[in-house]
């Protein structure tokens, strides 16, 4: 086998390698918004501080999960795309672009 083939096989077993690393990320992410929309919604009756911070890690949550999309690829569209996906409550959303206060 000459040089240039085995470099080819290792730059695609890299390759793949990465692929595999970036998927399981974007699947870890997915995950995570679910868990948190789903303790949201399970603590429908929450309220002040608590709900603000289960609000605050949905939209973090949200945030990973678009970073993660566009990691992959996906470079439009996410939060359009995760909105139609997830059941995410609308005081979420609106915080995805905003920071939290400290």
Do not use: H, W
Request: net charge positive; glycine share 8%; aromatic share 4%.
């Amino acid at each position: 086998m000459s040089v240039r083939r085995m470099r080819e096989r290792q730059e695609q077993g890299v390759s793949t390698l990465m692929m595999r690393e970036q998927s399981g990320a974007l699947g870890l992410s997915g995950q995570a918004l679910t868990r948190a929309i789903e303790r949201y919604r399970a603590m429908a009756g929450v309220r002040g501080a608590r709900k603000e911070a289960m609000l605050d890690e949905i939209a973090q949550c949200c945030r990973q999960l678009m970073i993660q999309r566009e990691a992959v690829g996906f470079q439009t569209d996410n939060l359009e795309y995760i909105q139609r996906q997830y059941d995410l409550p609308e005081e979420a959303v609106a915080r995805i672009g905003a920071s939290r206060r400290r």
